[in-house]
């Protein structure tokens, strides 16, 4: 192995993510990529409902949220 597998430091340094075999790795099936998809747009769904409820929750609370004993 040449220099590409040798240690520098703690850190090892490999082959360039372009310079790696043509291998496709794990391939999933339609149903699998379906079924991904259906959960990152829930995942997705999610977050917005979170973000927009504390948005809410800002603004019913109004500038009283910052008067409060020290």
Do not use: C, N, W
């Amino acid at each position: 192995m040449g220099r590409a597998g040798r240690p520098v430091g703690d850190v090892s340094i490999g082959i360039a993510m372009s310079e790696q075999h043509d291998d496709d790795g794990i391939v999933l099936t339609e149903a699998q990529k379906r079924a991904r998809r259906s959960r990152s747009i829930a995942i997705a769904l999610a977050l917005a409902a979170l973000v927009i409820l504390f948005y809410v929750m800002t603004l019913v609370k109004g500038p009283g949220v910052l008067v409060r004993p020290i």
